[in-house]
């Protein structure tokens, strides 16, 4: 059974029983819980602004493991953003102590920021290339920033030596 946060609906595609319950309830309470946090919020009262539906459902591994994705198209949801939680916990292969930009918290940050982007109409609008990633890199840093994470580089690469490159822009 779908649940429901304000524009979003988290539903569990896929999964059956105990697991669709477990996914629905992570991500519900994952949404719920950025009202806590400034950036969150702001990303929240975004969606509340721009009014259009965003359905959250299970990724299922189709642009290899460690992922997830925001799209946009026609139809009931027209912002879809495929994210699972587990996938990133720390107990995950995807998960890698103290890197940035790789918690399940972060990852679905990043891609309801591609979201809200598409549902605002502005994502692909004056930009190139991989600035779409750099803005939701952005975006997702302040979130982390927040929540005491490290800051993440780029969109190809966790951290490692990120903290060497961030350190010589930070003197």
């Not at 996914?23 to 719920?32: K, T």
């Not at 720390?90 to 918690?103: K, R």
């Not at 979201?115 to 109409?121: D, E, L, M, S, T």
Request: proline share 2%.
């Amino acid at each position: 059974m779908a649940k429901q946060f304000g524009v979003f609906t988290i539903r569990a595609d896929g999964l059956a029983g105990k697991k669709a319950d477990q996914f629905e309830a992570q991500v519900l309470g994952m949404i719920r819980g950025l009202e806590a946090i400034e950036a969150g919020r702001a990303l929240l009262n975004g969606f509340r602004a721009v009014g259009r539906e965003v359905l959250v459902f299970p990724y299922n591994d189709s642009l290899g493991h460690c992922n997830a994705y925001a799209t946009t198209d026609w139809g009931m949801y027209r912002n879809k953003v495929s994210f699972t939680p587990s996938g990133w916990f720390a107990t995950s292969p995807c998960f890698t102590s103290g890197s940035a930009g790789n918690s399940s918290h972060e990852v679905l940050f990043h891609e309801l920021v591609h979201a809200i982007r598409f549902a605002g109409g502005t994502l692909g609008r004056h930009t190139k290339g991989d600035q779409e990633e750099e803005i939701a890199i952005l975006v997702t840093n302040i979130f982390s920033s927040e929540t005491h994470r490290p800051l993440r580089w780029r969109h190809s690469e966790f951290l490692g030596a990120q903290k060497r490159h961030l350190g010589r822009f930070l003197r």
